[in-house]
């Protein structure tokens, strides 16, 4: 029997949902059960593919293709478990699959309303695989009051009816401020939510409060009276130091004991905390540092990159080094000095993106990492720029770019070694795309096979020559210049297995250069860091002693 726990938000957003939802699947499989993570967000977009990175952050990418909110990397991250298409639903594919399914007559004429069609699609949804795990663990996006949210309360409301009393509980988190003036940690704020809570219908079995420091008892017998849940289920959520301790912080809180409590399971079985414990110890007690540059076009949102951040953290983690990133905006390159922002880091790292701005400042900084045997990792377009950067200069390409920039800026005579792809081979089956398809629907999506050239650093990397990384974009490099720039150094080291699509490009006679046309960073963990990220910054480490 498959157990529900529903996670909502209160007071304000950004609390940190998605990383209690995580580290309470992290507790629940320390103590054995096996758990699905999922994310309920009430904007109407159908999903984050085509949302700008300033406006949601980044677009975490499922092996089945789905293009999903961040909070499913976090899930990933601390779980292991990887996540799926049904693991991630907006209000928008909600109300397009009800409104495609009344255009098909499928309601028989009857007149379609929130209650009970969008809640029933929404209860259906928070069933699929149903059966499969011991814990589905559902976190709402948004906080509690916002009138775009009220389906989704709903329907969770009326799925906790539905099922036999005990199969489904509910943790509201919310916010604990403390005014600096008179010294106090004022919970009247988390009242008012869990009283919009109740009027709702929904009443928090658990409480988990951010603050700063420890809940005084005198403060949590308040919220326990007035927000009727249990004092033991009032649980301090503080601020920490990194996200990785949240496992052991929330078990030291009593989350997941409160949790198995209210399910009434006991006795419960015993956690085996070890793998956390040293991950912590990995963050606390780092033995050197580095300084890695990631030159891209959201640098203002760190959220932008989040996967990318947590994997030099989890490569850190493996060398037992800290991390610390420079954030910089490829647009500085453009007309500056490249040497006076990149001289003295230890590693130079260029993500991808879309559109042409900033595209000629990566380019510039592929080429300083190139010449000045700076390791580099380039990551989709990060990969792209790399191999314009060496037809133009290796190659002698002077002209070298990519249609996506040519169309983006009216043409210019380009040479276009990176093109629109428009059609792949996926396993056994042709995809097609169209450039005047909707941008939702023209990438390569999602996870997909390489094979690695044997005798390559990449192989060598990652201990094998084939692998599965995955996907999310529209441009690849165009074979037919390979041999050109192989003369010049730069190995074509992996392919797909049709040999039509580069994957992979690295410098011959170079301490550490490699471009990736996938994300690895999508599937690294801090349990087990991905091969190029623990490498890339193994390299680092190496090149800040020769500095």
């Given at each position: 029997?498959t157990?529900f726990?529903f996670?909502?938000?209160?007071?304000v957003?950004?609390?940190?949902?998605?990383?209690a939802?995580?580290a309470?699947?992290?507790?629940?499989q320390a103590?054995g059960?096996t758990?699905?993570?999922?994310?309920?967000?009430p904007?109407?977009?159908?999903d984050?593919?085509?949302?700008?990175?300033?406006?949601?952050?980044?677009?975490?990418?499922?092996?089945?293709?789905?293009?999903?909110?961040?909070d499913?990397?976090?899930?990933?991250?601390f779980t292991g478990v990887?996540?799926?298409?049904?693991?991630s639903?907006?209000?928008g594919?909600?109300?397009?699959?009800?409104l495609?399914?009344e255009r098909?007559?499928?309601y028989?004429?009857?007149?379609i309303?929130?209650?009970?069609?969008?809640?029933?699609?929404i209860k259906a949804?928070i069933?699929?695989?149903?059966?499969?795990?011991?814990?589905?663990?559902?976190?709402?996006?948004?906080?509690?009051?916002?009138?775009?949210g009220?389906?989704?309360f709903e329907?969770?409301?009326?799925f906790?009816?539905?099922?036999?009393?005990?199969?489904?509980i509910?943790i509201h988190?919310?916010?604990?401020?403390?005014?600096?003036t008179?010294?106090?940690l004022?919970t009247?704020?988390?009242?008012?939510?869990?009283?919009?809570?109740?009027?709702?219908?929904?009443a928090?079995?658990?409480?988990?409060?951010?603050?700063?420091g420890p809940?005084?008892?005198?403060e949590?017998?308040k919220?326990?009276?007035?927000?009727?849940?249990?004092?033991?289920?009032?649980?301090?959520?503080q601020?920490?130091?990194?996200?990785?301790?949240?496992?052991l912080?929330?078990?030291?809180?009593?989350?997941?004991?409160?949790?198995?409590?209210a399910?009434?399971?006991?006795?419960?079985?015993?956690?085996?905390l070890e793998?956390w414990?040293?991950?912590a110890?990995r963050?606390?007690?780092?033995?050197g540092?580095?300084?890695?540059?990631?030159?891209g076009?959201?640098?203002?949102?760190?959220?932008?990159y989040?996967?990318?951040?947590?994997?030099?953290?989890?490569?850190?983690m493996?060398?037992?080094v800290?991390?610390?990133t420079?954030?910089?905006?490829?647009?500085?390159?453009?007309?500056?000095d490249v040497?006076?922002h990149?001289?003295?880091?230890?590693a130079?790292?260029?993500p991808?993106?879309?559109?042409?701005?900033?595209?000629?400042?990566?380019i510039?900084?592929?080429?300083?990492?190139?010449?000045?045997?700076?390791?580099?990792?380039?990551?989709?377009?990060g990969?792209?720029?790399a191999?314009?950067?060496?037809?133009?200069n290796?190659?002698?390409l002077?002209?070298?770019?990519?249609?996506?920039?040519g169309?983006?800026?009216?043409?210019g005579?380009l040479?276009?070694?990176?093109y629109?792809l428009?059609?792949?081979?996926?396993?056994?089956?042709?995809?097609?795309?169209?450039?005047?398809?909707d941008?939702g629907?023209?990438m390569r999506?999602?996870a997909?096979?390489?094979?690695?050239?044997?005798g390559?650093?990449?192989?060598?990397?990652?201990?094998?020559?084939?692998?599965?990384?995955r996907?999310r974009?529209?441009?690849?490099?165009?074979?037919?210049?390979?041999a050109?720039?192989?003369?010049?150094?730069?190995?074509?080291?992996?392919?797909?297995?049709d040999?039509?699509?580069?994957?992979?490009?690295e410098?011959?006679d170079?301490?550490?250069?490699?471009?990736?046309?996938?994300?690895?960073?999508l599937?690294?963990?801090?349990f087990?860091?991905?091969?190029?990220?623990?490498?890339?910054?193994?390299?680092?480490w190496?090149?800040?002693?020769l500095m």
């Open positions: 029997m157990r726990i996670i909502t938000g209160g007071v957003s950004s609390l940190g949902k998605g990383l939802s995580a309470l699947g992290a507790l629940l103590r059960y758990v699905r993570l999922r994310k309920l967000d904007y109407l977009n159908v984050p593919g085509t949302m700008s990175p300033f406006e949601h952050g980044e677009v975490f990418v499922t092996d089945d293709g789905a293009e999903t909110d961040l499913l990397g976090h899930y990933e991250r990887a996540a799926r298409k049904t693991d639903v907006s209000s594919r909600i109300y397009s699959d009800v495609a399914r098909r007559g499928a028989l004429g009857k007149t309303q929130v209650i009970p069609h969008v809640t029933d699609e949804f069933t699929i695989g149903e059966g499969e795990v011991d814990f589905m663990l559902c976190e709402i996006g948004g906080t509690v009051g916002d009138i775009e009220l389906p989704f329907a969770i409301r009326q906790g009816q539905d099922k036999p009393r005990g199969q489904c509910f988190l919310t916010l604990l401020p403390f005014l600096n008179s010294g106090e004022k009247k704020p988390t009242q008012h939510s869990v009283k919009e809570m109740r009027s709702i219908g929904l928090p079995d658990i409480l988990v409060c951010r603050s700063e809940i005084p008892e005198q949590r017998g919220l326990a009276l007035f927000c009727n849940v249990r004092p033991d289920a009032v649980v301090a959520a601020d920490l130091d990194s996200i990785y301790e949240a496992p912080a929330y078990h030291r809180a009593g989350l997941d004991r409160a949790v198995l409590d399910f009434g399971i006991a006795p419960a079985p015993p956690p085996n793998i414990a040293d991950v110890d963050i606390r007690n780092p033995e540092a580095v300084r890695i540059a990631i030159v076009k959201y640098t203002r949102l760190e959220d932008a989040k996967s990318i951040a947590e994997a030099l953290t989890h490569g850190g493996a060398n037992r800290s991390v610390s420079e954030w910089i905006d490829a647009e500085m390159f453009e007309h500056g040497a006076a990149l001289a003295g880091v230890h130079i790292l260029v991808g993106g879309f559109g042409t701005r900033g595209t000629e400042g990566k510039k900084a592929a080429e300083f990492a190139r010449t000045r045997g700076i390791p580099y990792l380039g990551i989709c377009l990969m792209q720029v191999v314009i950067e060496a037809a133009r290796l190659a002698r002077g002209n070298a770019g990519s249609e996506e920039f169309r983006d800026s009216g043409g005579g040479t276009p070694v990176i629109h428009k059609e792949w081979a996926h396993g056994n089956t042709r995809v097609r795309r169209g450039t005047d398809d941008k629907g023209t999506l999602g997909y096979d390489a094979v690695l050239a044997r390559s650093k990449v192989a060598g990397i990652y201990g094998r020559t084939s692998i599965s990384e996907h974009h529209r441009y690849e490099v165009d074979i037919t210049y390979r050109a720039l192989e003369r010049q150094g730069m190995i074509f080291s992996g392919m797909s297995p040999g039509h699509l580069p994957e992979v490009v410098v011959k170079h301490p550490w250069f490699i471009g990736v046309q996938f994300h690895p960073e599937k690294s963990r801090p087990a860091p991905h091969p190029l990220f623990r490498d890339f910054v193994r390299a680092a190496e090149n800040s002693r």
